[in-house]
């Protein structure tokens, strides 16, 4: 049983990395017995094929470089079973390499690119909502916008 598990595992971690609890729940949808779960999540952090901290600063670096806010990025880890100091830890580390206001401005005139011809306020509208759901401050947000001269308020 420990064999299949462990293969189940590794099939898993063959496609991308994965938390502990990501593993631990996919076990248990495939109905493991819970010491055949943890015998087999402890041989991964023996081995090193588990670890949430190198985890964390991959889902980081890989949601950075697709313009996504630390708001959303913290939300998606939390959601992935990384603990909270964790992830704390990650974010801490990434806010010294990364200006959020860089990020929101290349954000703004790319997207606002594809509006032209709107109303001003539509178009501030629906960026601060697509910028949102990026995760994104609020106030980097309307910092941002403000800044430019089209979408003052």
Same mark, same amino acid.
């Given at each position: ?49 588990? /670890? ?53 401005? /290349? ?47």
């Amino acid at each position: 049983m420990f064999e299949r598990a462990r293969n189940y595992a590794f099939l898993l971690l063959k496609f991308r990395l994965r938390t502990e609890e990501e593993i631990r729940s996919r076990m248990k949808q495939k109905k493991f017995p819970a010491d055949v779960i943890k015998a087999t999540i402890d041989f991964l952090k023996d081995k090193k094929f588990i /670890d949430d901290g190198l985890f964390a600063r991959a889902w980081l670096d890989s949601r950075l470089k697709r313009s996504m806010g630390l708001r959303r990025v913290k939300n998606e880890l939390k959601l992935k079973g990384v603990k909270p100091s964790l992830i704390e830890e990650t974010i801490a580390s990434a806010k010294h390499g990364y200006n959020e206001d860089e990020a929101v401005a /290349d954000l703004i005139s790319r997207k606002s690119r594809g509006l032209k011809g709107l109303d001003a306020r539509k178009v501030r509208q629906r960026i601060y909502a697509f910028l949102m759901r990026r995760g994104f401050s609020p106030d980097v947000i309307a910092d941002n916008l403000n800044k430019m001269p089209e979408y003052e308020s």
